[in-house]
């Protein structure tokens, strides 16, 4: 079992930058893809990004390819969100997760989760 801290969120203008964080305590860290997930206000949690442990091997949504990037430590336990050219529809509760998928882009498909740190960015 893992457990998964997220912070780093806050308040930024469009166009600034952010760099997430989430820590990571418990067993077998090496074992589990870790992804990020968001859900802003009124609608349904969405997956942004997730990271492979053995290899690095990414994915991203459309809605943040090319301005977010996702990387891993894993002997630090940490996987960081580091968004940048951030949108006012990029303003939402960020989650980290941890899945024993190989790649995995649905909530259902995760296993663990942390608590969310707010992202909100003002136009």
């Known amino acids: 079992e893992v457990q998964l801290q997220a912070s780093g969120g806050g308040l930024v203008q469009g166009g600034g930058s952010l760099r997430l964080s989430c820590a990571a305590s418990?067993?077998?860290?090496?074992?589990?893809?870790i992804g990020w997930f968001r859900q802003a206000p009124g609608k349904e949690r969405e997956g942004v990004s997730c990271i492979v442990s053995s290899d690095g091997t990414t994915y991203y949504s459309d809605s943040v390819k090319g301005r977010f990037t996702i990387s891993r430590n894993n002997a630090k336990r940490t996987v960081d969100l580091q968004m940048n050219s951030l949108k006012p529809e990029d303003t939402a509760v960020y989650y980290c997760?941890?899945?024993?998928?190989?790649?995995?882009?649905?909530?259902?498909?995760?296993?663990?989760w942390g608590q969310g740190t707010l992202v909100t960015v003002s136009s």
């Open positions: 997760a941890a899945t024993n998928l190989r790649i995995g882009v649905r909530q259902g498909e995760y296993n663990y």
């Open positions: 418990g067993s077998s860290f090496d074992d589990y893809t």
